[in-house]
């Protein structure tokens, strides 16, 4: 495939740029964080330029990177959004700023990736980080914490991540939300009233921010997981998402 590859930039940018796309924050720790996660990333193909973007409240903005691509010589690159769900921002906002982007400069081809989503080695990355705090012995239960969305199915989405740590390790879960029901609270209860003693929250976030010390506010005395941050899972499937949509833009060309 990576013969395939070449014939869709020009020498001067040897493969397509990885533009990683971060939500942002308010928060200088969701940044910091976020700039960790980018930097594991080129360690897997040093070759390759790739550079990290926030959509909102933190530089460098998208559209400087896009512009500095550009400007860079380069003619194709690969914007894969640093998000775990596919909500508003990676189905509205970012192919917005994206169709602007092309505007400025049309002989740059940029190409949105999927989601990071509930890929199941993120799964995995979850049950690390709540291995670290406990050795989850039978008695605790995991509440699984995500930001939570306006739309019900974005929510029913997400809730899969429960049923998907439950598979591979046999813990009890539950699902809860920052900005919607059911809360943080309410999985406490549910999970007691299955059984279990204690209870353990586990972030569904990439990095801090405002909604996690929320969650950490909601119900005091939880002991709380890391966010997933950086964690070797992610260069992984960073790369896979890079690949996959050079594969679908190679498809659509044939």
């Keep these: 495939m990576w013969a395939q590859l070449e014939l869709l930039s020009t020498p001067v940018d040897g493969y397509p740029a990885l533009i990683a796309v971060a939500h942002g924050s308010r928060d200088p720790r969701s940044a910091a964080t976020m700039a960790a996660v980018v930097a594991d990333i080129p360690a897997v193909r040093p070759d390759l330029d790739v550079r990290l973007a926030f959509l909102d409240l933190n530089a460098p903005s998208v559209d400087q990177v896009v512009d500095a691509v550009a400007a860079q010589g380069h003619t194709h690159a690969v914007v894969a959004p640093l998000l775990l769900g596919n909500a508003f921002h990676a189905r509205v906002d970012l192919p917005g700023l994206l169709a602007a982007a092309r505007l400025r400069h049309p002989r740059l081809r940029l190409t ?143």
């Design 112 to 254: 949105q990736a999927d989601v990071l989503g509930p890929d199941a080695r993120l799964i995995a990355a979850l049950r690390d980080r709540v291995l670290a705090v406990d050795g989850m012995d039978r008695s605790v239960g995991v509440a699984i914490a995500a930001v939570g969305s306006s739309s019900v199915a974005a929510n029913a989405r997400t809730a899969t991540v429960a049923r998907q740590l439950t598979a591979i390790t046999g813990w009890r879960t539950e699902i809860c939300f920052a900005t919607t029901e059911p809360t943080l609270a309410q999985a406490v209860s549910r999970l007691h009233d299955r059984g279990a003693e204690r209870v353990l929250v586990a972030p569904w976030f990439l990095a801090p921010g405002l909604l996690t010390d929320r969650l950490e506010a909601a119900v005091p005395d939880l002991a709380h997981a890391h966010v997933i941050g950086p964690h070797p899972a992610l260069a992984d499937i960073v790369w896979d998402r890079y690949d996959n949509a050079l594969t679908d833009v190679l498809s659509l060309s044939a």
